[in-house]
């Protein structure tokens, strides 16, 4: 069953709600503090209220982390620091709950699911993490496509499920994650295609591969952004020519997200470049999504810069799995905090004695905010 429809999609994302936004916007400002004193936590705070159509935030009680995971052709030519079996450990570590992103996630109190959509083994695994497995590795980008056409759809299904599953069960935030070495490739690749840019524009160390690595990544980079010439302006076509299974989902969960108006956490590069297509796909979904953190590689700094993101973070980062975007995590729930559990200046009593705040005209908050600065 088909159920990454386009058209269907393309009606379903509309707009946050800039009533509830607007809102919390002069609740924010009429707390107890100088005005925008809290900096872009204010900012935030009115972010979540439009996505949540709530003024004020209700709290981030259910964060989700659904990590993509695949193995990808040009891994084979040494475009990265370690050989694609990692993936496959790296499934079982995140099942083991010893990966980064699974002590995050207990720390912060989120869950974790783990998908297999194209890792380049057999997974003696529970079928949940392989039931919407596409294939044993996507395709090399340099010199064939990563899906078939319907490799594709499946995929963009995928994630589509998942991101339905998680919001039915109740997530009020959802993050993307990805494991899969070679993946920062593909990044790049989509990146540099949707933006018409060259190979060193976008090209990063990824897992920290020394020069001569990174000689070969530029010029699988090359070759790839050549075979998506033809496919520029189409993100889908990009997605099957020089993505993989794993990212195709991820562009189908973000898209599925924004459909069942559910905010999304952006963790790095991969997540980031997804986010750039799932916009080329359907416009208006990029204002249900926000950045947790800025990675260390420049095809994600070129995505979130069209993608008018502006990072919480910027701690040198490049795990990926999900690990920026639950760092920042807590900025996202301060910003709910204080905007749901802080007083009013209009209820302060201002030396007139007891009673004075209700039985006589309080000072402009406006006022207030002039005086305390």
């Given at each position: 069953?088909?159920?990454f429809?386009?058209d269907?999609?393309?009606s ?9 936004a ?15 004193a ?9 972010w979540?209220?439009g996505?949540?159509g709530?003024?004020p ?5 259910r964060?989700?982390v ?10 084979g ?11 496959a450990?790296m ?13 995050l ?12 959509l194209?890792?380049d083994?057999?997974?003696d695994v529970p ?25 594709l759809?499946?995929?963009l ?6 991101a ?5 069960a109740?997530a ?6 990805d ?8 990044a ?7 933006l018409?840019?060259?190979p ?9 591969i020394d ?8 010029g ?9 010439r033809?496919?520029?302006a189409d ?10 299974a794993d ?14 108006r ?7 590069v991969?997540?980031?470049a ?11 979904a990029?204002?249900w999504?926000?950045a ?6 420049p095809?994600?700094?070129?995505a979130l810069d069209v ?5 919480l ?17 807590p900025?996202l ?5 204080l905007a749901?559990g802080?007083?009013r ?6 030396g007139?004695?007891?009673g004075?705040a209700?039985a006589?005209?309080?000072?402009s908050?406006a006022?207030?905010h002039?005086?305390?600065?």
């Amino acid at each position: 069953m088909t159920v990454f429809d386009l058209d269907a999609l393309t009606s379903a994302i509309g707009p946050r709600d800039e009533d509830a936004a607007d809102r919390t916007r002069e609740h924010v400002d009429g707390l107890v503090k100088p005005l925008g004193a809290l900096g872009r936590l204010e900012d935030l705070a009115i972010w979540l209220s439009g996505a949540q159509g709530q003024s004020p935030p209700r709290p981030l009680d259910r964060v989700r982390v659904v990590v993509f995971a695949g193995d990808h052709g040009v891994a084979g030519q040494g475009v990265s620091a370690y050989p694609s079996e990692v993936t496959a450990a790296m499934v079982a570590t995140f099942l083991a709950g010893r990966a980064g992103v699974s002590v995050l996630a207990a720390q912060h109190d989120a869950g974790v699911r783990v998908l297999d959509l194209g890792v380049d083994a057999d997974l003696d695994v529970p079928a949940e993490v392989t039931r919407f497995k596409v294939r044993r590795g996507s395709g090399a980008i340099d010199r064939e496509d990563a899906l078939s056409d319907d490799e594709l759809q499946r995929a963009l299904d995928a994630g589509a499920t998942v991101a339905d599953e998680e919001v039915d069960a109740g997530a009020d935030l959802l993050i993307a994650g990805d494991m899969g070495i070679g993946n920062t490739t593909v990044a790049a690749a989509l990146v540099g295609a949707a933006l018409q840019l060259a190979p060193l524009d976008v090209v990063g160390t990824g897992t920290g591969i020394d020069d001569a690595a990174w000689a070969v990544k530029v010029g699988v980079l090359r070759d790839a952004l050549h075979r998506a010439r033809p496919h520029r302006a189409d993100g889908l076509a990009l997605l099957r020519t020089v993505g993989s299974a794993d990212t195709a989902a991820m562009t189908g969960f973000l898209l599925q997200a924004a459909a069942r108006r559910t905010p999304v956490l952006l963790d790095g590069v991969v997540p980031s470049a997804c986010a750039l297509i799932a916009r080329r796909v359907v416009e208006g979904a990029g204002q249900w999504w926000l950045a947790g953190h800025r990675s260390t590689e420049p095809a994600q700094r070129r995505a979130l810069d069209v993608l008018g993101l502006e990072p919480l973070l910027d701690l040198g980062m490049r795990l990926g799995e999900g690990t920026g975007a639950l760092t920042a995590l807590p900025l996202l729930r301060s910003a709910q905090r204080l905007a749901a559990g802080m007083g009013r200046l209009a209820d302060l009593d201002l030396g007139g004695g007891p009673g004075t705040a209700a039985a006589d005209p309080a000072p402009s908050e406006a006022a207030v905010h002039r005086d305390a600065t």
